[in-house]
Nanobody
Framework: QVQLAESGGGLVQAGGSLRLSCVASGHAISTFAMGWFRQAPGKGRESVAALTSTGSNTYYSYSVKGRFTISRDNAKNTVYLQMNSLKPEDTAVYYC????????????WGQGTQVTVSS
């Protein structure tokens, strides 16, 4: 089992930056694909960013591409999401996710961290 714990959320003004961290425990994540989802009030969950176990390939949603950067430090069992040029529409609960080798979906989820961007 993998436990994921997010941190780094908070309140920021539009145009500002935040860096989210996700620390994994219970299993090394070096062979896991990792990602971030978010859920805004009244909306469904949206995939924001993801990267492969080696970090060689990344994915970003159209809405965040060019502003957010996902990275990982396998030695620290940690994944990051650097968020720049934040907009009010980025307000959401952000979830760290992990996909175990051979799985077809992200099968581990964190509890989420709130990000609020004021205009």
């Amino acid at each position: 089992q993998v436990q994921l714990a997010e941190s780094g959320g908070g309140l920021v003004q539009a145009g500002g930056s935040l860096r989210l961290s996700c620390v994994a425990s219970g299993h090394a994540i070096s062979t896991f694909a990792m990602g971030w989802f978010r859920q805004a009030p009244g909306k469904g969950r949206e995939s924001v960013a993801a990267l492969t176990s080696t970090g060689s390939n990344t994915y970003y949603s159209y809405s965040v591409k060019g502003r957010f950067t996902i990275s990982r430090d396998n030695a620290k069992n940690t994944v990051y999401l650097q968020m720049n040029s934040l907009k009010p529409e980025d307000t959401a609960v952000y979830y760290c996710v992990a996909k175990s080798p051979g799985s077809s979906r992200f099968d581990y989820w964190g509890q989420g961290t709130q990000v609020t961007v004021s205009s």
